[in-house]
């Protein structure tokens, strides 16, 4: 912190399409002090003009003058050593917040590699060269874990088909990187203001449709655990702040001792030879990890309720036979489509004032009709960090308050 000030200066990559707005947000607010001296967001959207989805308050985030935002393809290995050099004046950047990777589940084992493994460890790896004291790795929940009980960190859920195992060997790459100072957040399906990336995003969005149509909202799966645990963005940002600070006071061998857990392979042993930088399958790989959830023990059921309470309507599921005809034809995925998207494009037609267009959708997808059980327990972070929730329930006032700035900004129906 050569500038003189006591504030640190923090370096965001990626995630301007899924969570580093609202962690921005947090680091520099609209309204009261910044946590930070100086904030560089990096990522591969343009925001002037806007190539993605930014939500109202991004914007203003990005006017204030902590902060600085640089479009750059992170895939190049001379534009990730650049990034780390700060502006004239300010000092090197003490953390960083990994939030790149890729997250559409469609793409190929190859583009997962590049854009998610490679860029993080390449961060990684300029990152502990310019010795940062905290690098804060946020990995979504890419992983089936078992629906009876809750699941703390020595248990090893297994990746999520080719996405999860990409993404899962990324935390490995990363922990096998000597002096980085690494703290790894797996979190669960977070939802909150501006994000409409996510499972939840597309709950709220369908349930309100169902409440439009005056009918029951259905889902495909028996109504057993089906553990689908939640998480605030706001928590999201506290804890990734909570985590760097953590870190940072202490270094990577004793944060090892105190939270170090193994990181597991979960791969084909012959990718080792052919991927760079995948550390062997026998490597013995340790890295503080903590669960990120909030205290609802949210699972299909109890989501599907919340949601569907708010909009006035009831949650079901569909008998055994419609069950079985669903799972198995991919052309239900079309069918059960129908509904939603045709009373989402009502919605927005008949909405008072007009909206030209949204980024919200109320399609899913094959890979959001499939059940994903996340059944992680929080306690960890609470003992470990010392992290207190700030939005510990999913409850009808979020769904109120993402609704309520969603109509703000002329993204959602006015009826």
């Known amino acids: 912190m050569a500038d003189g000030s006591s504030k640190p200066n923090v ?11 609202a962690l921005a947000a947090f680091l520099v607010p609209l309204e009261g002090e910044p946590l930070v001296s100086h904030l560089r967001i990096v990522d591969k959207y343009s925001v002037a003009p806007a190539t993605t989805y930014l939500g109202a308050e991004f914007p203003k985030v990005l006017a204030k003058p902590e902060v600085d935002y640089k479009q750059a393809n992170l895939t190049v290995p001379s534009i990730v050593q650049s990034i780390f050099n700060p502006p004239e004046g300010k000092g090197p950047y003490d953390y960083v917040f990994d ?11 190859m583009i997962l590699i590049n854009t998610t493994c490679n860029v993080a460890r390449m ?6 060269k310019r010795k940062v004291k905290a690098y804060v790795r946020v990995t979504l929940p890419f992983y089936e874990t078992t629906s009876k009980g809750t699941h703390d960190e020595k248990d090893d859920p297994k990746p999520d088909g080719t996405i999860g195992t990409w993404w899962h060997e990324t935390l490995r790459m990363l922990a096998a990187i ?18 409409e990336f996510g ?50 006071s202490l270094g990577r061998k004793e944060a090892d001792s105190l939270a170090g857990e193994s990181i597991i392979f979960h791969n084909e042993k012959s990718k080792v030879s052919q991927v760079e930088g995948m550390p062997p399958h026998d490597s013995k790989l340790v890295a503080p990890l903590f669960n990120l959830v909030d205290d609802s023990n949210s699972t299909l059921l109890s989501v599907g309720q919340t949601v569907t309470s708010f909009f006035g309507t009831t949650f079901d599921f ?38 030209p267009n949204t980024p919200l959708s109320a399609y899913m997808d094959k890979y959001a ?6 059944a992680l327990s929080n306690t960890k972070i609470k003992e470990v960090i010392g992290y207190k929730l700030k939005r510990p ?23």
């Open 178 to 195: 000597e002096d980085l100072n690494l703290v790894i957040l797996r979190v669960g399906f977070v939802y909150g203001p501006y994000v």
């Open 123 to 128: 961060l990684g790896q300029e990152a502990a």
């Open 393 to 415: 329930q999913f409850n009808h006032d979020g769904i109120k308050d993402i609704v309520d700035k969603w109509k703000e900004e002329g993204n959602w129906p006015i009826l």
């Open 369 to 374: 009709l499939e059940k994903h059980i996340v």
């Open 318 to 355: 569909f008998n055994l036979g419609e069950r079985t005809l669903y799972k198995f034809m991919d052309d239900a995925v079309e069918d059960i489509n129908e509904h939603h998207v045709g009373g989402w494009t009502q919605m927005i037609q008949n909405s008072n004032p007009p909206i």
């Open 99 to 109: 939030l790149t990777g890729e997250v559409r589940h469609d793409r190929t084992e």
């Open 199 to 248: 499972d939840i995003t597309s709950a709220i969005t369908v349930g309100s449709v169902y409440g439009y149509l005056k009918k029951p909202m259905k889902s495909v799966w028996s109504p057993g655990k089906n553990p689908t645990n939640t998480l605030h963005v706001e928590d999201l940002a506290g804890a990734a702040w909570a985590s760097a600070t953590w870190m940072a």
């Open 11 to 21: 370096l965001i990559c990626g995630g301007v399409n899924t969570y580093s707005r």
